[in-house]
């Protein structure tokens, strides 16, 4: 990782639920191209394992235990940071179901993490971005922002709001010097999988692994750092003329079917 450019030197990051998987990853990239990296994570124990991997590496790093989908919590979090440069709106959770399937508490419940949480993001972290003369939002959304997969009613409504909340925020402040936009991952491997599959398939955990990968174009899943990469990229200043886009990093998954 000493090989990196430090794009991210005297820069400050936040990253949401940078305790496990795909958020992890990022606030670990972030921190090896130079950034401050600020672990938003409702599992403090998760975000003191990323901090502890950052500081290993010799990054800069501290946990703010929050629950994205409440505002008071959010409100707090962001009034504790001394400055805010990126901001990845990452912590997500999953649902399956159709429409019918789908209760009113697990359409909250999604609604809650996945779209007010990112609503939440936005709307202190916006103020804080533009307080440092503008920054970079990068928004986790999914291939389920813009196709439709069997029972991912809750889950694709959710990812198809932080599609339009980005483009929203990125039509609102591109005179601003903020830059808004989001990635569209296929199936990654995290611990989101890797519990999905204990949860709904116990005992058939690897067959189901295999099936999954097998699913997409590329022929297996994504793993987190390559997720990162983009992430960095697109809060980079490289990425300087991209703002109100959707990036799928997918193996094929949308327009190779
Ligand atoms: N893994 C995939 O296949 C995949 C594909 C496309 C998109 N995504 C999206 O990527 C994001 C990260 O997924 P992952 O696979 O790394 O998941 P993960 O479950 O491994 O990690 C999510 C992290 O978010 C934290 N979190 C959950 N609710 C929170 C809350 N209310 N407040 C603060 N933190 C909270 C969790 O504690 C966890 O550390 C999610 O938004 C997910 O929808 C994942």
Redesign the pocket.
């Known amino acids: 990782m000493t090989t990196l450019p430090q794009r991210f030197a005297g820069k400050h990051a936040l990253v949401?639920?940078a305790?496990?998987?795909?958020?992890r990853a990022i606030a670990v990239r972030l921190a090896a191209e130079g950034a401050g990296v600020a672990i938003?994570?409702?599992?403090a124990e998760?975000g003191a394992d990323t901090l502890a991997e950052i500081r290993a590496a010799g990054g800069t790093a501290r946990v703010i235990a929050?629950?994205?989908?409440n505002t008071d919590s959010m409100r707090a979090a962001f009034a504790s940071l001394e400055r805010l440069d990126v901001l990845v709106n990452?912590?997500?959770?999953?649902h399956i179901g159709n429409v019918v399937t789908t209760a009113p508490e697990d359409l909250d419940r999604i609604y809650g993490?996945?779209v007010k949480?990112v609503y939440h993001g936005l709307h202190f972290g916006v103020p804080k971005l533009l307080a440092s003369g503008g920054g970079a939002i990068v928004n986790?959304a999914?291939t389920l922002s813009k196709i439709a997969v069997p029972d991912r009613f809750a889950y694709g409504m959710s990812k198809g709001a932080v599609f339009a909340m980005t483009l929203s925020v990125a039509r609102d402040f591109v005179d601003k010097k903020i830059r808004c936009n989001c990635v569209c991952?296929?199936?990654?491997h995290?611990?989101?999988?890797d519990?999905y599959l204990a949860k709904n398939y116990p005992g058939q955990e690897k067959e189901m692994f295999a099936k999954l990968s097998a699913a997409q174009p590329i022929g297996r899943m994504g793993e987190?750092r390559e997720i990162a990469a983009l992430v960095a990229f697109l809060a980079s200043d490289e990425a300087g003329f991209i703002t109100g886009s959707a990036y799928d990093i997918d193996g094929g998954t949308i327009l190779l079917r």
């Open positions: 949401t639920g305790g496990s998987g795909i958020g938003l994570e409702l599992r998760a929050a629950d994205v989908g990452n912590a997500g959770v999953a993490v996945n949480g986790i999914s991952p296929a199936r990654v995290t611990p989101f999988v519990g987190p």
